[in-house]
Every structure is written in C-alpha cells, then in structure tokens.
C-alpha cells in the first residue's frame, strides 16, 4: 500500500491530551522568572486557547505593553525548547 501521507500534525492542546496543568504552569513559572507573582490557576486556565498576549494582560495588568512582549517571548522560548516538547 502506497504512503498517503508525509507529516501528521496533531493539536494537543486539549485535543488528545489535557495540556491545561502544563499551560498555567508555564504561564505561572514564565510569570516568576520575570519577578512577577503568579496568576490563580483558574484564572490562566479559562485564556487557554486566546492569543498569548491577551493572556499575560489579563493575568498580569499591572506589566506595561514592553514587560508583556518581554513575558511572551520567555513563555515561546520555554514551549519551543527541546526539553519542554520531549
């Protein structure tokens, strides 16, 4: 039988696999690392699925537009990492 596909892509998120601890935590370690205190979990985990930005503002308001670019760029970086995905 011939091969039908080259690359299955799958949606994790909350698809096939309850991503929902692994999102807030990084939210939350993404939050600390950059001096800023935690969000509530339950907070964080009613964003999932808005765009990152919007998440980081509405858990942290009081981060200036910069400190949010800055806080999403760390949580890309974190998600992206070898380490993070294995």
């Given amino acids: ?3 039908r596909f080259d690359l299955a892509i799958f949606d994790l998120d909350g698809t096939l ?3 929902e ?13 950059a001096g800023w205190p ?3 979990p339950r907070a964080v985990a009613q964003l999932i699925g808005l ?3 919007e998440v980081f503002r509405s ?3 009081h981060v200036a537009a ?3 670019a800055a806080l ?7 998600a992206d990492a070898a380490e993070f995905v294995a």
């Fill in 1 to 3: 039988m011939p091969r």
């Fill in 21 to 33: 601890d692994i999102l807030v935590g990084l939210v939350n370690s993404t939050l600390t690392a």
């Fill in 17 to 19: 696999v309850d991503s």
């Fill in 59 to 61: 858990v942290a308001p």
């Fill in 51 to 53: 765009p990152l930005e």
């Fill in 66 to 68: 910069d400190g949010i």
């Fill in 72 to 78: 999403c760029s760390e949580y890309r970086a974190c």
């Fill in 38 to 40: 935690q969000a509530p």
